[in-house]
């Protein structure tokens, strides 16, 4: 079995010495990007925050990219609603999520502008993209279903119905999950 596995990993370029990542495969920079958002910070805080660093590297390489919220992910960007979230409190967990000063400095030196002026948290870091033309979406039947009312919503996000969601989905774009 062993030996199976090694010549699979020589066939294949694969060895212990190869680097970690290989060379990027050139993409068209017309070719447009979605970024949809499904899993919520409280579910599971490592795919839903890298999403901003996602989005912001996309626009950067001088791709066009949107982000859509969906399926739990919603209450993330809902006032009240997941991670360290309690009833009555006026903050989305995006805004509750602070950014790790290491990540701070990271995109600082992405953005070329001091640290002061980068977010402190997530919630900020959306409307950094969105200050940027990333168009912010969330699914307005998924925030119905959560009983989450249109005005709880960060005003960064805008809603869209059913269809409005399909044309987007249906949209030629590299298509991103998390």
């Not at 970024?35 to 066009?64: E, F, W």
Request: proline share 7%; charged share 20%.
């Amino acid at each position: 079995m062993r030996k199976l596995l090694l010549a699979f990993l020589l066939s294949s370029g694969v060895s212990a010495g190869a680097s970690e990542t290989a060379p990027a495969e050139p993409v068209d920079s017309t070719k447009a990007f979605l970024v949809h958002v499904k899993t919520a910070l409280s579910v599971d805080d490592a795919q839903i925050c890298v999403v901003p660093n996602v989005a912001l590297a996309v626009l950067q390489a001088g791709h066009p990219v949107a982000v859509l919220f969906d399926g739990s992910a919603v209450t993330s960007v809902a006032e009240g609603f997941g991670w360290r979230g309690w009833f009555g409190i006026e903050s989305t967990a995006m805004d509750r999520a602070r950014l790790p000063e290491r990540e701070r400095e990271s995109i600082s030196d992405q953005l070329g502008v001091p640290l002061e002026n980068v977010p402190k948290n997530y919630g900020a870091y959306l409307h950094l993209l969105k200050d940027k033309g990333i168009p912010l979406y969330y699914n307005r039947t998924m925030a119905v279903l959560y009983r989450i009312a249109p005005e709880k919503i960060d005003p960064a996000l805008k809603p869209l119905g059913l269809t409005d969601m399909v044309q987007l989905l249906s949209s030629p774009a590299v298509y991103l999950v998390y």
